[in-house]
């Protein structure tokens, strides 16, 4: 069957929604249409922040693990069957509630929990460990790692139990449509103000709500 599947396609324009259908690989996935899909692009300097474009959305027999599909007659190979599934339109309603297909109507921002700042920042090999947190400066949102710095005594950088310096170093910038832009500032500014870091939540049109881990 996975053979004969191989050379066997589906073309975009004779998707029907509701209809189930079968993947060169064997997975069935029922086609909900044509929906914006939201998502991160690029990595580490490079990455460029959440992006969104029209694609072809489908979700798994039971209504589940939404995923787009770019290149259909090379991934869809059959289809399985032509009568509209009885639950289509509430998986339509339910991945129009997903922030994938949302676009960013506002941020919240969040306080630092207490014991996010009570941990071990170092061991006593010299390993430094860091911590994604939000500033704002200016009225821009920026994505800082909070840590140990470089100089600390790596052999034993919380001697007697005393809280460690602790140093952050700016990031990227987070604008306010979700896009990014790299600002990586080398240098290691000190920790003098623990209300100035928070947690930071973009806030969906279709009311849903996501922490911006990136």
């Given amino acids: 069957n996975f053979t004969k599947l191989q050379s066997k396609k589906v073309k975009a324009n004779e998707l029907q929604e509701g209809f189930t259908y079968v993947t060169k690989h064997e997975e069935q996935l029922v086609y909900i249409g044509r929906h914006m899909w939201h998502e991160f692009e690029g990595y580490y300097s ?11 959305v489908f979700c798994n027999p039971e209504g589940k693990d939404f995923k787009y599909i770019t290149s259909i007659p090379g991934k869809i190979a059959a ?11 509430n998986w339509v309603e339910a991945y129009l509630k997903t ?11 969040k306080p630092l929990p207490d014991n996010w700042w009570h941990r071990d920042w170092s061991d006593r090999w010299g390993n430094r460990y860091r911590n994604q947190a939000y500033i704002e400066l200016g009225g821009d949102f920026y994505r800082v790692y909070v840590q140990v710095p470089y100089t600390q005594d790596y052999h034993n950088p919380n001697a007697n139990k005393e809280p460690p310096i602790l ?9 306010k449509d979700g896009t990014e832009s790299n600002e990586h500032q080398g240098h290691e500014r000190k920790v003098e103000d623990r209300s100035i870091f928070f947690d930071l939540f973009a806030v969906y049109d279709n009311g849903t709500e996501q922490e911006w881990r990136t």
């Avoid at 994938?100 to 919240?108: E, F, L, N, S, T």
């Avoid at 140093?167 to 604008?175: C, L, Q």
């Fill in 46 to 56: 490079r990455r460029t922040g959440r992006k969104g474009t029209k694609q072809h």
């Fill in 79 to 89: 289809v399985l069957s032509e009568h509209c599934h009885d639950q289509f339109s």
């Fill in 99 to 109: 922030p994938m297909a949302a676009k960013i109507a506002g941020w919240v921002k």
């Fill in 167 to 175: 140093v952050y170093v700016v990031e990227r910038k987070i604008n």
